[in-house]
Protein backbone atom coordinates (compact mmCIF):
# COMPACT_ATOMS: atom_id res chain seq x y z
CA UNK A 1 0.00 0.00 0.00
CA UNK A 2 1.62 3.41 -1.40
CA UNK A 3 1.92 6.36 1.63
CA UNK A 4 -0.17 8.87 0.91
CA UNK A 5 1.44 12.29 -0.12
CA UNK A 6 0.98 15.36 1.23
CA UNK A 7 -0.61 17.96 -0.98
CA UNK A 8 2.55 20.29 -0.75
CA UNK A 9 4.49 17.60 -2.25
CA UNK A 10 6.01 18.08 -6.01
CA UNK A 11 4.40 15.39 -8.52
CA UNK A 12 6.94 14.12 -11.04
CA UNK A 13 4.47 13.81 -14.26
CA UNK A 14 6.31 12.69 -17.61
CA UNK A 15 4.59 14.42 -20.57
CA UNK A 16 5.01 13.37 -23.93
CA UNK A 17 6.11 15.77 -26.73
CA UNK A 18 3.76 16.13 -29.32
CA UNK A 19 5.21 14.50 -32.78
CA UNK A 20 5.05 16.88 -35.70
CA UNK A 21 5.93 16.75 -39.30
CA UNK A 22 9.51 15.59 -40.03
CA UNK A 23 10.79 18.49 -40.58
CA UNK A 24 10.22 19.48 -37.35
CA UNK A 25 11.63 16.67 -35.33
CA UNK A 26 14.79 18.00 -35.97
CA UNK A 27 16.45 21.18 -33.79
CA UNK A 28 14.50 24.31 -34.92
CA UNK A 29 18.26 25.81 -35.63
CA UNK A 30 18.58 23.51 -38.92
CA UNK A 31 15.67 25.18 -40.58
CA UNK A 32 16.79 28.13 -39.86
CA UNK A 33 20.62 27.69 -40.58
CA UNK A 34 19.97 25.89 -44.10
CA UNK A 35 17.28 28.29 -45.39
CA UNK A 36 20.08 31.24 -44.70
CA UNK A 37 22.54 28.80 -46.82
CA UNK A 38 19.89 28.55 -49.66
CA UNK A 39 19.50 32.30 -49.36
CA UNK A 40 23.43 33.30 -50.14
CA UNK A 41 22.86 30.17 -53.15
CA UNK A 42 20.21 32.03 -54.05
CA UNK A 43 22.16 35.44 -54.66
CA UNK A 44 24.85 33.73 -55.84
CA UNK A 45 23.20 32.27 -58.47
CA UNK A 46 21.56 35.26 -59.27
CA UNK A 47 24.89 36.46 -59.85
CA UNK A 48 25.75 34.36 -61.87
CA UNK A 49 22.93 34.65 -63.94
CA UNK A 50 23.96 37.99 -64.49
CA UNK A 51 27.38 37.83 -64.52
CA UNK A 52 26.79 35.00 -67.47
CA UNK A 53 24.40 37.63 -69.68
CA UNK A 54 27.10 40.21 -69.43
CA UNK A 55 30.09 37.38 -70.54
CA UNK A 56 27.30 36.59 -73.65
CA UNK A 57 26.41 40.36 -74.43
CA UNK A 58 30.42 41.45 -74.52
CA UNK A 59 31.03 38.34 -76.62
CA UNK A 60 33.37 37.29 -74.26
CA UNK A 61 31.97 33.34 -73.69
CA UNK A 62 34.59 32.08 -75.98
CA UNK A 63 37.89 34.08 -74.51
CA UNK A 64 39.11 30.56 -72.50
CA UNK A 65 39.28 27.68 -75.03
CA UNK A 66 39.91 24.98 -72.53
CA UNK A 67 37.86 23.52 -69.34
CA UNK A 68 40.03 22.34 -66.61
CA UNK A 69 37.69 22.30 -63.49
CA UNK A 70 40.52 22.47 -60.92
CA UNK A 71 43.53 24.12 -62.43
CA UNK A 72 41.58 26.80 -64.33
CA UNK A 73 40.86 28.83 -61.15
CA UNK A 74 44.45 29.94 -61.80
CA UNK A 75 44.11 32.60 -64.59
CA UNK A 76 47.56 33.93 -66.30
CA UNK A 77 50.26 34.88 -64.21
CA UNK A 78 52.70 36.35 -66.23
CA UNK A 79 53.36 37.41 -69.62
CA UNK A 80 54.00 34.09 -71.47
CA UNK A 81 51.00 32.70 -70.08
CA UNK A 82 48.76 35.43 -71.24
CA UNK A 83 50.59 34.97 -74.55
CA UNK A 84 49.62 31.08 -74.43
CA UNK A 85 46.06 31.51 -73.91
CA UNK A 86 45.69 33.98 -76.47
CA UNK A 87 47.41 31.75 -79.19
CA UNK A 88 44.91 29.35 -78.14
CA UNK A 89 42.03 32.13 -78.53
CA UNK A 90 43.64 32.95 -81.98
CA UNK A 91 43.04 29.39 -83.38
CA UNK A 92 39.18 29.59 -83.24
CA UNK A 93 36.52 30.89 -85.65
CA UNK A 94 35.36 34.10 -83.77
CA UNK A 95 39.29 35.24 -83.78
CA UNK A 96 39.96 34.38 -86.96
CA UNK A 97 36.91 35.30 -88.50
CA UNK A 98 35.46 38.95 -86.28
CA UNK A 99 38.27 39.61 -84.08
CA UNK A 100 41.42 39.53 -86.04
CA UNK A 101 43.86 41.73 -85.06
CA UNK A 102 42.76 41.57 -81.56
CA UNK A 103 45.52 43.61 -79.16
CA UNK A 104 46.72 41.71 -75.79
CA UNK A 105 44.66 43.96 -74.07
CA UNK A 106 41.11 43.93 -75.56
CA UNK A 107 42.04 40.03 -75.52
CA UNK A 108 42.64 40.36 -71.78
CA UNK A 109 38.93 42.37 -71.15
CA UNK A 110 37.23 39.69 -72.50
CA UNK A 111 39.34 36.86 -70.97
CA UNK A 112 38.52 38.45 -67.61
CA UNK A 113 34.97 38.56 -68.00
CA UNK A 114 35.01 34.91 -68.75
CA UNK A 115 37.27 33.62 -66.40
CA UNK A 116 35.42 35.89 -63.89
CA UNK A 117 32.29 33.80 -64.77
CA UNK A 118 33.70 30.39 -64.14
CA UNK A 119 35.84 31.44 -60.82
CA UNK A 120 31.97 32.59 -59.99
CA UNK A 121 30.48 29.46 -60.78
CA UNK A 122 33.41 27.46 -58.50
CA UNK A 123 32.14 30.02 -55.22
CA UNK A 124 28.57 28.22 -56.23
CA UNK A 125 29.87 24.68 -55.77
CA UNK A 126 32.04 25.45 -53.21
CA UNK A 127 29.62 27.32 -51.12
CA UNK A 128 26.94 24.28 -51.84
CA UNK A 129 29.44 21.77 -51.20
CA UNK A 130 30.14 23.48 -47.59
CA UNK A 131 27.23 23.86 -46.40
CA UNK A 132 25.51 20.83 -47.63
CA UNK A 133 28.41 18.30 -45.90
CA UNK A 134 28.29 20.74 -42.75
CA UNK A 135 25.04 20.17 -42.26
CA UNK A 136 24.77 16.27 -43.12
CA UNK A 137 27.64 15.48 -40.67
CA UNK A 138 26.04 17.22 -38.02
CA UNK A 139 23.34 15.52 -38.48
CA UNK A 140 21.16 18.72 -39.07
CA UNK A 141 19.57 18.04 -42.08
CA UNK A 142 15.72 17.33 -41.92
CA UNK A 143 14.16 14.06 -43.00
CA UNK A 144 13.29 13.92 -46.53
CA UNK A 145 15.56 16.68 -47.54
CA UNK A 146 18.42 15.42 -47.98
CA UNK A 147 17.92 14.08 -51.49
CA UNK A 148 16.54 17.76 -52.43
CA UNK A 149 20.18 19.44 -50.86
CA UNK A 150 21.94 17.07 -52.62
CA UNK A 151 19.61 17.57 -56.22
CA UNK A 152 20.49 21.03 -55.91
CA UNK A 153 25.05 19.86 -55.78
CA UNK A 154 24.04 17.34 -58.42
CA UNK A 155 22.37 20.03 -60.68
CA UNK A 156 25.10 22.83 -60.46
CA UNK A 157 27.54 20.33 -61.35
CA UNK A 158 25.80 19.27 -64.76
CA UNK A 159 25.66 22.74 -65.07
CA UNK A 160 29.30 23.26 -65.47
CA UNK A 161 28.91 20.17 -67.85
CA UNK A 162 26.50 21.94 -69.87
CA UNK A 163 28.56 25.10 -69.83
CA UNK A 164 31.26 23.78 -71.15
CA UNK A 165 29.13 21.74 -73.95
CA UNK A 166 27.71 25.32 -74.93
CA UNK A 167 31.28 26.50 -75.61
CA UNK A 168 33.00 23.92 -77.72
CA UNK A 169 29.52 24.65 -80.16
CA UNK A 170 32.04 27.86 -81.01
CA UNK A 171 35.53 26.51 -81.22
CA UNK A 172 35.24 24.80 -84.40
CA UNK A 173 34.00 25.55 -87.65
CA UNK A 174 32.39 29.09 -88.69
CA UNK A 175 30.62 29.85 -85.55
CA UNK A 176 31.13 32.83 -83.99
CA UNK A 177 29.35 32.60 -80.50
CA UNK A 178 27.93 29.60 -78.83
CA UNK A 179 24.71 27.71 -80.66
CA UNK A 180 21.49 29.37 -79.71
CA UNK A 181 20.18 25.74 -78.12
CA UNK A 182 22.92 25.08 -76.08
CA UNK A 183 22.75 28.50 -74.72
CA UNK A 184 19.02 28.34 -73.87
CA UNK A 185 19.87 24.78 -72.26
CA UNK A 186 22.74 26.41 -70.03
CA UNK A 187 19.72 29.56 -69.12
CA UNK A 188 16.91 27.56 -68.31
CA UNK A 189 19.04 24.53 -66.51
CA UNK A 190 19.87 28.23 -64.03
CA UNK A 191 16.87 29.29 -63.83
CA UNK A 192 15.26 25.62 -62.96
CA UNK A 193 18.13 25.96 -60.07
CA UNK A 194 16.88 29.05 -58.81
CA UNK A 195 13.52 27.95 -58.98
CA UNK A 196 13.50 24.96 -56.82
CA UNK A 197 16.26 27.09 -54.16
CA UNK A 198 13.32 29.70 -54.47
CA UNK A 199 10.79 27.12 -53.49
CA UNK A 200 13.03 25.20 -50.70
CA UNK A 201 12.98 28.98 -49.12
CA UNK A 202 9.49 29.22 -48.90
CA UNK A 203 8.73 25.72 -47.67
CA UNK A 204 11.26 26.37 -44.97
CA UNK A 205 10.31 29.72 -44.03
CA UNK A 206 7.23 27.96 -42.46
CA UNK A 207 6.86 24.75 -40.48
CA UNK A 208 5.79 21.54 -41.21
CA UNK A 209 2.46 22.34 -38.84
CA UNK A 210 1.79 25.20 -40.55
CA UNK A 211 1.95 24.06 -43.70
CA UNK A 212 0.05 20.72 -43.32
CA UNK A 213 -2.95 23.02 -42.09
CA UNK A 214 -2.28 25.77 -44.61
CA UNK A 215 -2.45 22.69 -47.57
CA UNK A 216 -6.00 22.19 -46.30
CA UNK A 217 -7.65 25.61 -47.25
CA UNK A 218 -5.44 25.97 -50.43
CA UNK A 219 -6.57 27.19 -53.95
CA UNK A 220 -5.33 24.38 -55.91
CA UNK A 221 -7.19 25.82 -58.76
CA UNK A 222 -5.39 29.18 -58.40
CA UNK A 223 -2.30 26.82 -58.31
CA UNK A 224 -3.11 24.90 -61.37
CA UNK A 225 -3.46 28.52 -63.17
CA UNK A 226 -0.36 29.58 -61.85
CA UNK A 227 1.68 26.77 -62.86
CA UNK A 228 0.27 27.68 -66.75
CA UNK A 229 1.67 30.99 -65.70
CA UNK A 230 5.02 29.76 -65.07
CA UNK A 231 5.38 27.38 -67.76
CA UNK A 232 4.90 30.21 -70.44
CA UNK A 233 7.39 31.94 -68.18
CA UNK A 234 10.37 29.27 -68.90
CA UNK A 235 8.82 29.33 -72.40
CA UNK A 236 9.73 33.30 -72.90
CA UNK A 237 13.30 33.07 -70.77
CA UNK A 238 14.01 30.14 -73.66
CA UNK A 239 13.17 32.32 -76.12
CA UNK A 240 15.31 35.29 -74.89
CA UNK A 241 18.13 32.41 -74.69
CA UNK A 242 17.56 32.10 -78.12
CA UNK A 243 17.46 36.01 -79.13
CA UNK A 244 20.73 36.53 -77.15
CA UNK A 245 22.37 33.63 -78.78
CA UNK A 246 22.63 35.32 -82.30
CA UNK A 247 22.03 38.89 -80.97
CA UNK A 248 18.32 38.78 -82.50
CA UNK A 249 17.59 41.91 -80.61
CA UNK A 250 19.78 44.10 -82.49
CA UNK A 251 18.51 42.86 -85.58
CA UNK A 252 15.22 44.59 -85.60
CA UNK A 253 14.76 48.28 -83.76
CA UNK A 254 11.36 48.93 -83.97
CA UNK A 255 8.08 48.59 -81.82
CA UNK A 256 5.50 47.19 -81.90
CA UNK A 257 6.07 46.70 -86.22
CA UNK A 258 8.77 44.72 -87.18
CA UNK A 259 10.73 46.57 -90.21
CA UNK A 260 7.37 48.10 -90.58
CA UNK A 261 5.65 44.89 -90.52
CA UNK A 262 3.69 42.91 -88.54
CA UNK A 263 5.98 39.93 -89.65
CA UNK A 264 9.58 40.92 -90.47
CA UNK A 265 10.84 39.47 -93.70
CA UNK A 266 12.56 36.74 -95.20
CA UNK A 267 11.70 34.23 -91.72
CA UNK A 268 11.70 31.22 -93.56
CA UNK A 269 14.44 31.53 -95.75
CA UNK A 270 16.62 29.38 -93.90
CA UNK A 271 17.04 25.41 -94.84
CA UNK A 272 16.13 22.98 -93.80
CA UNK A 273 13.03 24.89 -92.14
CA UNK A 274 13.57 24.11 -88.55
CA UNK A 275 16.57 26.06 -88.49
CA UNK A 276 14.55 29.48 -88.53
CA UNK A 277 13.01 28.87 -84.95
CA UNK A 278 16.82 29.00 -83.99
CA UNK A 279 18.98 30.70 -86.07
CA UNK A 280 16.88 33.37 -87.97
CA UNK A 281 17.11 36.79 -86.00
CA UNK A 282 13.65 37.71 -87.58
CA UNK A 283 11.06 35.03 -86.30
CA UNK A 284 13.49 34.21 -82.84
CA UNK A 285 12.91 37.93 -82.00
CA UNK A 286 9.17 37.97 -83.53
CA UNK A 287 8.67 34.55 -81.55
CA UNK A 288 9.83 36.07 -78.34
CA UNK A 289 7.37 39.24 -78.92
CA UNK A 290 4.60 36.91 -79.44
CA UNK A 291 5.09 34.79 -76.22
CA UNK A 292 5.27 37.96 -74.51
CA UNK A 293 2.06 39.28 -74.76
CA UNK A 294 0.46 35.52 -74.43
CA UNK A 295 2.74 35.88 -71.24
CA UNK A 296 0.96 39.59 -70.38
CA UNK A 297 -2.53 38.12 -71.13
CA UNK A 298 -1.94 35.35 -68.92
CA UNK A 299 -0.79 37.18 -65.58
CA UNK A 300 -4.11 39.65 -66.42
CA UNK A 301 -5.78 36.35 -65.96
CA UNK A 302 -4.23 35.18 -62.94
CA UNK A 303 -4.48 38.21 -61.48
CA UNK A 304 -8.75 38.12 -61.74
CA UNK A 305 -8.52 34.52 -60.55
CA UNK A 306 -6.58 35.57 -57.60
CA UNK A 307 -9.19 38.41 -56.62
CA UNK A 308 -11.65 35.48 -55.97
CA UNK A 309 -9.27 34.41 -52.81
CA UNK A 310 -10.31 35.11 -49.40
CA UNK A 311 -6.57 35.31 -48.35
CA UNK A 312 -4.71 39.02 -48.93
CA UNK A 313 -1.65 37.63 -49.22
CA UNK A 314 -2.34 35.30 -52.32
CA UNK A 315 -4.29 38.55 -53.97
CA UNK A 316 -0.85 40.79 -53.33
CA UNK A 317 1.64 37.87 -54.28
CA UNK A 318 -0.71 37.97 -57.76
CA UNK A 319 -0.39 41.71 -58.19
CA UNK A 320 3.24 41.80 -57.73
CA UNK A 321 2.96 39.56 -60.45
CA UNK A 322 1.05 41.65 -62.91
CA UNK A 323 2.99 44.94 -61.82
CA UNK A 324 6.40 43.00 -62.88
CA UNK A 325 5.02 41.73 -66.26
CA UNK A 326 4.46 45.39 -66.96
CA UNK A 327 7.69 46.32 -65.85
CA UNK A 328 9.13 43.27 -67.91
CA UNK A 329 7.22 44.48 -70.92
CA UNK A 330 8.78 48.02 -71.19
CA UNK A 331 12.26 46.91 -70.33
CA UNK A 332 12.12 44.26 -73.37
CA UNK A 333 10.41 47.13 -75.19
CA UNK A 334 12.99 49.43 -74.80
CA UNK A 335 16.01 47.08 -75.18
CA UNK A 336 14.41 46.66 -78.87
CA UNK A 337 14.74 50.38 -79.04
CA UNK A 338 17.84 51.07 -77.73
CA UNK A 339 19.58 48.09 -79.90
CA UNK A 340 20.17 45.41 -76.76
CA UNK A 341 22.57 47.99 -74.91
CA UNK A 342 24.47 46.40 -71.73
CA UNK A 343 22.28 48.26 -69.44
CA UNK A 344 18.89 47.64 -70.91
CA UNK A 345 19.87 44.07 -71.69
CA UNK A 346 20.91 42.91 -68.33
CA UNK A 347 17.98 44.59 -66.84
CA UNK A 348 15.87 42.80 -68.57
CA UNK A 349 17.60 39.74 -67.56
CA UNK A 350 17.35 40.45 -64.07
CA UNK A 351 13.62 41.19 -64.26
CA UNK A 352 12.85 37.55 -65.81
CA UNK A 353 14.81 36.37 -62.65
CA UNK A 354 12.48 38.63 -60.60
CA UNK A 355 8.96 37.71 -62.62
CA UNK A 356 10.01 33.79 -62.40
CA UNK A 357 10.09 34.25 -58.28
CA UNK A 358 6.97 36.29 -58.16
CA UNK A 359 5.12 33.57 -60.25
CA UNK A 360 6.43 30.69 -57.96
CA UNK A 361 5.42 32.64 -54.67
CA UNK A 362 2.29 33.39 -56.15
CA UNK A 363 1.81 29.09 -56.63
CA UNK A 364 3.15 28.76 -53.32
CA UNK A 365 0.79 31.02 -51.42
CA UNK A 366 -1.86 29.53 -53.20
CA UNK A 367 -1.10 25.82 -52.23
CA UNK A 368 0.18 27.28 -48.84
CA UNK A 369 -1.91 30.37 -47.95
CA UNK A 370 -1.72 32.59 -45.13
CA UNK A 371 -4.31 33.66 -42.98
CA UNK A 372 -3.99 37.37 -43.10
CA UNK A 373 -3.96 37.69 -39.01
CA UNK A 374 -0.39 35.53 -39.60
CA UNK A 375 0.94 36.86 -42.49
CA UNK A 376 4.57 36.96 -42.64
CA UNK A 377 7.07 37.53 -45.83
Known amino acids: ?43 LVVLMIAVGGLTRLTDSGLSITEWKPITGAIPPLNTEAWEAEFE ?13 GMSMAEFQFIYWWEWGHRQLGRVVGLVWALGFFAFLTTRRIPPGWTGKLLALGALGGLQGAIGWWMVTSGLTGT ?38 SAHRVGEPRLASFA ?24 SFGDWPLMAGGFLPPGIFELSPGWRNFFENAGLVQFNHRIVGYVLMIAGILLWLRSRQSPHSSTRFAASLVLA ?20 WAIAHQFGAVVLVVLVLRTRFRALYPVPDQLRKS
Do not use: C
Open 1 to 43: MSKPRSIFEEVETKVEAPQTGGIDQRPKGARGAIRIWLMVLFG
Open 88 to 100: LYQQIPEYQLQNH
Open 175 to 212: MLDVASYRLATHLGLAFLILGLISWYIFQLGRSERDLR
Open 227 to 250: SIVLGVTALQVLLGALVAGIDAGR
Open 324 to 343: MMFVQLLLGVMTVLYGAQLN
